[in-house]
């Protein structure tokens, strides 16, 4: 077997790639290019891509999407203490290496596989890249590498020889075969059913919600979709955001199919429509993920009813199984999403920190362990009639 390292996706085709990673919309040559050639990532981004690719003979076996990191934005598996600690101590956490998708929080394969390979080749070749990046530690002195949002198969595997794993937490929403939002409501508590309905009630008079499907997004709704998000960042964060116009116009390009805009507007006495929000989803034939949204007005509830409520809406009209609208987000329990754990790897070269973090991680999972119990039972679902 042979092991490479790319500079830049452009050097593997997308069929060879696409097809170790099935139809994860983050993890499409077509998603990771659109990054690496819209140049929001990148080196003078402090990312540098070192794709590895394991190949036999001509074919490709495994790959994984990897970066050089100079700092620790667009992650969202925090690691600033960790940083800050080797600052103090006088010692260089930065760079670093790292195995995710850029700025997307979402779970999926970080390690593509041939569908062809046996459970035992699988193994075996998990610890090879698991290997291979700690002999990349080694050899440019870095600080330590991170696999991110893994499935727990693939964190188990890597967290082989020592290696730290950490847990997390997200909230997605889960279709049980419900008709219609009202039906859905129905399972849940009279209080809870009510709450809904009087946050959702302001946006069913003179707002209207409109679909559009990625392949009939033209480049003005595209224009006024990057308005509302950067205008909700710079508020937010004080910079317009990670992603720019030629980044979104090549991924729905290139994956149309994926892609689906809703757009929020109010009519106006003088009939004029205003646009006041705009949401960004992915989609596959399970799974709707929420990623990118923003609000050019500020109307109390509007961020729950465009990317929460309307979502739940579009995964039961299509039939849709799991909705995820994003990282973190306490507040989504009392909607109706449900705890689900987050998997994460990492190894970190300098010894006296491994022991610290190896600590820290270990008495991180149990609170999270615990939390999440806790939230399961705080859901608004019934018990019983009521």
């Known amino acids: 077997m042979q092991l490479s390292i790319l500079s830049s996706l452009s050097e593997v085709s997308a069929d060879d790639w696409d097809s170790l990673f099935g139809d994860n919309p983050f ?18 981004t402090g990312w540098r891509p070192m794709h590895i690719l394991l190949n036999d003979s001509g074919t490709l076996l495994a790959a994984m999407p990897l970066y050089l990191k ?3 934005y667009g992650e969202y598996v925090f690691d600033w203490a960790w940083a800050e600690a080797y600052e103090r101590n006088g010692v260089e956490y930065y760079p670093k290496l790292l195995n ?27 610890q090879a890249i698991g290997e291979q990046l700690d002999n990349i530690l080694t050899e440019h002195q870095l600080s330590s590498w991170h696999s991110l949002f893994l499935p727990l198969a693939q964190q188990q595997q890597l967290t082989m020889n020592s290696r730290l794993k950490r847990l997390g937490v997200q909230y997605h929403w889960q279709n049980r075969d419900y008709s219609s939002f009202d039906d859905f409501l129905q ?6 059913r009510k709450s809904i309905r009087k946050e959702r009630a302001p946006f069913k008079q003179n707002i209207s919600f ?24 710079a508020k937010r964060s004080g910079h317009k955001g990670y992603l720019n116009f030629d ?5 729905i390009r290139a994956q149309p199919e994926q892609v689906v805009l809703i757009r929020a507007e109010q009519l106006q006495e003088d009939g004029e429509v205003t646009l006041l929000a705009s949401a960004l989803f992915f ?14 007005q500020p109307l109390d509830g509007l961020h729950f009813e465009l990317c929460y409520y309307r979502g739940i809406d579009y995964c039961i009209r299509y039939g849709l199984r799991t909705f995820d609208a994003g990282a973190q987000g306490e507040h989504k329990l009392l909607r109706g999403f449900e705890p689900v754990e987050t998997f994460s790897s990492h190894q970190i070269a300098h010894r006296g920190f491994y022991e610290a973090i190896e600590d820290f991680t270990e008495r991180e999972a149990s609170d999270m362990q615990e939390y999440i119990a806790q939230a399961k039972q705080a859901l608004p679902y019934k018990q019983s009639d009521d």
């Open 187 to 192: 399972t849940m508590t009279s209080r809870r």
């Open 247 to 251: 980044f979104f116009k090549r991924v």
């Open 70 to 72: 100079y700092h620790s």
């Open 100 to 126: 995710a998708v850029p700025f997307t929080p979402v779970s999926g394969y970080r390690i593509g596989l041939a569908q062809s390979l046996s459970p035992q080749a699988r193994s075996e070749i998990m």
């Open 27 to 44: 993890t499409r040559h077509s998603y990771l290019w659109a990054l690496e050639a819209s140049g929001c990532v990148c080196v003078k």
């Open 210 to 233: 409109r679909e559009i499907a990625g392949e009939r997004i033209n480049y003005l709704e595209l224009a006024d979709f990057l308005a509302c998000y950067q205008t909700t960042y």
């Open 283 to 296: 989609k596959t034939a399970t799974h709707l993920y929420g990623r990118y949204w923003g609000a050019l």
